[in-house]
């Protein structure tokens, strides 16, 4: 079965500390991820794609298919950085993304 | 560009009453559709997509529904709200699923 864990529902970090989100995810193939960042009160947004190797305010993630994982990485971590942040799995055979639970970040000063 | 627009931005509405949430999208043309709902602590729980005119499939046996009478507008309905229904409801648009979504500002709904 399709499915993306996201093992912490909230990961606190002092400003200037790295940080990681952790993702795993199970599927039998070659799947796209993504990272998807909520804002406090502002709409949903895709953070970032696996196939597209950014860098987004500088956040990274890789695609480990040994491990199934795909965390996302800042070496040091901004106040404005405090989000809800998805993990977000496209198994090419439908229409639907399958979400993780999602991981509240929040940047302690 | 593509954009989408969603509103209500927020509703109270009484238990009973009916239920109407619209999203468009602007920019682009055979859009797949989703209406989600997103719960604090749970996550986004898909409701129901649309991958074309008409075309409506149910993620959840639930006490809304959806329809797409046109291209580029997905509507979720009520008949009769439920306490239940209360929630934060996001219309997103794909132009497949390989790129991603791209998601409404959201409707925060209150049955009282």
């Known amino acids: 079965a399709q499915r993306v864990t996201q093992p912490e529902k909230l990961l606190s970090v002092f400003k200037g500390a790295p940080v990681e989100l952790k993702c795993n995810y199970s599927?039998?193939?070659?799947?796209?991820l993504f990272w998807y960042v909520q804002y406090s009160r502002q709409r949903l947004q895709l953070l970032l794609r696996?196939?597209?190797?950014?860098s987004i305010k500088g956040f990274t993630a890789d695609l480990n298919k040994g491990e199934t994982s795909f965390h996302l990485k800042k070496p040091f971590a901004q106040e404005e950085d405090s989000a809800m942040y998805y993990c977000a799995l496209s198994g090419r055979s439908n229409y639907q993304l399958i979400w993780g639970a999602g991981t509240k970040l929040i940047i302690k000063p | 560009s593509q954009t989408i627009h969603q509103w209500p931005a927020t509703l109270v509405q009484p238990v009973g009453s009916p239920l109407s949430l619209e999203c468009t999208v602007e920019g682009t043309s055979n859009p797949n559709l989703y209406w989600y709902r997103q719960a604090a602590g749970r996550g986004l729980q898909l409701l129901f997509y649309?991958?074309?005119?008409?075309?409506i499939s149910s993620e959840v046996p639930q006490n809304l529904s959806a329809s797409r009478p046109q291209d580029r507008q997905f509507i979720l309905s009520s008949k009769k709200l439920l306490l239940s229904d209360s929630g934060f409801y996001l219309c997103?648009?794909?132009?497949?699923?390989?790129?991603?979504?791209?998601f409404g500002s959201g409707t925060r709904l209150t049955v009282v």
């Open positions: 649309s991958v074309g005119i008409g075309q």
């Open positions: 599927y039998s193939g070659s799947p796209e």
């Open positions: 997103a648009w794909s132009e497949g699923v390989d790129y991603g979504y791209t």
């Open positions: 696996h196939i597209s190797r950014e």
